[in-house]
């Protein structure tokens, strides 16, 4: 073997060496693609299912006095009062939408935890997009879902409306 056929060797394994640090980077990089998504995904159904089971709860503590059927906004909770009532301090003891109001859930999965984080308060019917410090017969949860492999989070919105029939 020659001087020049030493160097064509010694140039094909550049390229080839450089050709699979190419391909591995990739896959690496694929990778990390797949497990952001993964996570972003079941943070998504997380936040999900605490809003689907927050909705089948009934619009506020009074909602269940059953004497008083025509109620107004004055007999709902007060703004300031949003959150667990007296005797709810485990999320087995919820019994109405506001008693989401500063909850805190740690969820886990196979691969990751969750922490979502939800908050309750009222809206104006002609404003949805801020909070009214006033009762109205809508309350807005917002769910905000993190965990440890995605840098931004997850939030979704649900508003609960109060109606009833005559």
Not at 28 to 40: A, I, N, P
Not at 84 to 112: H, K, P, W
Request: charged share 20%; aromatic share 12%; glycine share 4%.
């Amino acid at each position: 073997m020659n001087t020049g056929q030493m160097i064509l060797s010694i140039g094909s394994m550049t390229l080839l060496s450089i050709l699979v640090l190419n391909i591995l980077r990739l896959i690496g990089e694929q990778e990390d693609v797949y497990d952001e998504t993964r996570s972003r995904l079941e943070a998504f159904a997380l936040t999900s299912s605490l809003i689907e089971e927050a909705s089948q709860m009934p619009f506020d503590e009074v909602s269940w006095d059953s004497t008083n059927l025509t109620k107004t906004v004055s007999d709902f909770t007060f703004p300031s009062n949003l959150g667990m009532d007296a005797g709810e301090s485990v999320y087995a003891d919820f019994d109405d939408f506001d008693d989401f109001n500063n909850f805190i859930r740690v969820d886990s999965t196979l691969q990751s935890v969750y922490q979502l984080n939800c908050i309750v308060d009222y809206i104006a019917e002609n404003n949805p997009d801020s909070a009214s410090i006033v009762r109205t017969y809508y309350k807005r949860l917002t769910v905000t879902t993190m965990n440890q492999f995605t840098q931004d989070s997850v939030q979704l919105q649900y508003i609960h409306g109060y109606w009833y029939f005559n």
